[in-house]
């Protein structure tokens, strides 16, 4: 009976524990974001949220809990027509100059030409690890998937269920990686004409203004940030932080192949390709095995 009550016992705090570090965001829209600027351009009703872009502003959106580890997802439907220079984007950012980040951005083009999926990452502030590809659907007709999933092995990009991309961690080998600050989820539609199309060639036509990307069904099953305690807390292999489970830890053979594809059909820069870049100095995490 005494070993019941034990085992009773450790039930109930695990599952105490649970709650306080997981929080799975299945609520609307206005109830897990609020909109951070440009308010007299956005619009948040239900599950959806619309950001629009005109001459005079952007706009932009924030979750209103940060994580560290776990999944995030949010359908999106981006700008259609002629949408040269606008840039909609789609990530999760911790704050300060010495701030992580990892990104999905979509860069716009003139009309008929495919827009560009841009990914990058950031840790303790520094990037330039970017990555692009074409996407193989016309991002502009329906809703599309959007997935990063995070934990303290690796960061994978997915669209529509299909990872594109992954970020393993190195940390133990000098290679930075964003596992100590929380991040929340940002959205934003804004003028990029500068560099976003053709590396600034090409302008926005407000002639086609306003602009509008939709946001629909945004899904956190993620461990929600409380300060440095979480650092341990959403990093420790347990049932609670799903994430941590060797299932995770790196893709199956079927996902590869997945990958693998688009990446061969459809990836039109890597950073660890760049040589010109680096001076032929590349980046450490070059060297080691990417998936």
């Not at 993620?222 to 299932?247: D, E, H, L, M």
């Amino acid at each position: 009976m005494g070993n019941f009550k034990a085992i009773f016992l450790a039930l109930i705090i695990s599952l105490i524990t649970f709650d306080q570090s997981t929080l799975h965001v299945n609520a609307d829209m206005s109830k897990s974001m609020s909109i951070t600027w440009g308010k007299q351009h956005a619009s948040m009703k239900g599950e959806e949220l619309q950001l629009v872009l005109d001459k005079t502003s952007g706009s932009a959106a924030k979750s209103k809990a940060p994580f560290l580890f776990g999944s995030v997802e949010m359908l999106i439907k981006l700008v259609p027509g002629n949408s040269a220079g606008v840039v909609t984007a789609y990530y999760m950012s911790s704050s300060g100059s010495t701030h992580d980040e990892i990104d999905f951005e979509f860069l716009g083009n003139v009309s008929g030409q495919p827009y560009i999926i841009h990914t990058n990452v950031y840790a303790q502030g520094n990037g330039s690890r970017e990555q692009q590809f074409y996407p193989w659907f016309d991002p502009t007709a329906d809703f599309h998937n959007y997935t990063i999933h995070w934990n303290p092995t690796e960061i994978v990009w997915y669209v529509d269920g299909i990872p594109i991309r992954v970020y393993r961690n190195y940390e133990s080998e000098g290679v930075a990686y964003p596992n100590k600050q929380g991040m929340r989820i940002f959205t934003s539609l804004w003028n990029a004409d500068n560099w976003a199309t053709r590396g600034g060639l090409e302008k926005i036509d407000w002639n086609s203004a306003p602009f509008t990307a939709t946001f629909r069904r945004f899904r956190a099953r993620a461990c929600k940030w409380t300060g440095p305690v979480s650092i341990t807390q959403c990093a420790t292999n347990s049932p609670a932080n799903w994430w941590t489970s060797a299932s995770y830890s790196k893709l199956s053979n079927a996902q590869m192949s997945q990958m693998q594809r688009i990446r061969s059909s459809n990836m039109i820069y890597d950073y660890c390709k760049d040589t010109k870049r680096f001076n032929g100095k590349m980046p450490l995490e070059c060297s080691k095995p990417q998936f």
